[in-house]
């Protein structure tokens, strides 16, 4: 038995997504009550899972920058596009999650913003502002996936912690599936960061070429 509380869904609704690029795609979300954070945390529910196989997973912490904004910053925005085709094309679901900024917030998330032009990178930047360098928990994560009867995963995600903390909290994560790499001029230093101070499994090589020039 897991060792959080049980959430329960409160509501499902089908919605048509639809992105910038022309992909569209017809979901179902499901939001939750008993989450332990009590955030509005919502579940993308896409495709289905063939029998026997196992569910396509993303935890998929909110940025209002990247996600809407289209921020070159970051490479939340293209990660969200390319999760939901790849969970839809296989079956699973897109946890969104709202951690804004690593879970700091929003004005938090741009006054690192302004350290980091100063040249400290993304985490340095969380550390000068007496904030953790990743504020993230994933048990709300977790209760929703139970909620929703998958204990069982492949998970889409280039973060180890992501699946040590859903391994801790009970659930089985199969295989971690590496998204792809989506670099600008802007983001490649903030990329680096990922590998260099969370062992993100992104190519090194490219991204320090990249920051070079």
Same mark, same amino acid.
């Given at each position: ?6 959430a329960?869904?409160r509501?499902?609704?089908r919605?048509?997504l ?14 939750f009550?008993?989450?332990t /954070? ?15 196989t ?5 935890l998929?912490? *909110?940025c209002?920058?990247?996600?809407v ?25 897109l946890?969104y999650?709202?951690? *804004? ?25 969380n550390?000068?502002?007496?904030l953790?360098? /990743?504020?993230? /928990? ?8 139970t909620a929703?009867?998958i204990?069982?995963?492949?998970l889409?995600s ?12 009970g659930?089985?994560?199969h ?9 600008t001029p802007?983001?490649v230093r ?13 190519p090194?090589?490219q991204?320090?070429?990249?920051h070079a020039?």
């Amino acid at each position: 038995m897991p060792d959080f509380p049980a959430a329960t869904p409160r509501a499902r609704v089908r919605v048509p997504l639809r992105f910038h690029d022309g992909y569209s795609v017809d979901t179902e979300l499901v939001t939750f009550h008993g989450l332990t /954070d009590g955030q509005e945390h919502v579940a993308v529910v896409l495709g289905d899972p063939a029998p026997g196989t196992t569910p396509l997973v993303r935890l998929h912490s *909110e940025c209002l920058t990247g996600d809407v904004f289209g921020s070159a910053r970051c490479d939340c925005g293209p990660q969200l596009r390319e999760a939901v085709e790849r969970i839809a094309e296989r079956g699973g679901v897109l946890l969104y999650l709202r951690q *804004e900024g690593r879970g700091i917030g929003l004005y938090n998330k741009l006054d690192a913003y302004a350290l980091q032009d100063q040249g400290l990178d993304t985490y340095a930047a969380n550390t000068a502002l007496g904030l953790p360098e /990743d504020a993230r /928990d994933y048990t709300a994560a977790a209760q929703m996936l139970t909620a929703l009867g998958i204990s069982s995963l492949d998970l889409l995600s280039n973060n180890p912690d992501k699946a040590d903390q859903l391994r801790g909290l009970g659930i089985d994560v199969h295989d971690r599936v590496p998204t792809g790499v989506f670099t600008t001029p802007h983001n490649v230093r903030y990329l680096r960061a990922k590998v260099l101070q969370t062992q993100h499994t992104l190519p090194l090589g490219q991204l320090t070429e990249l920051h070079a020039g």
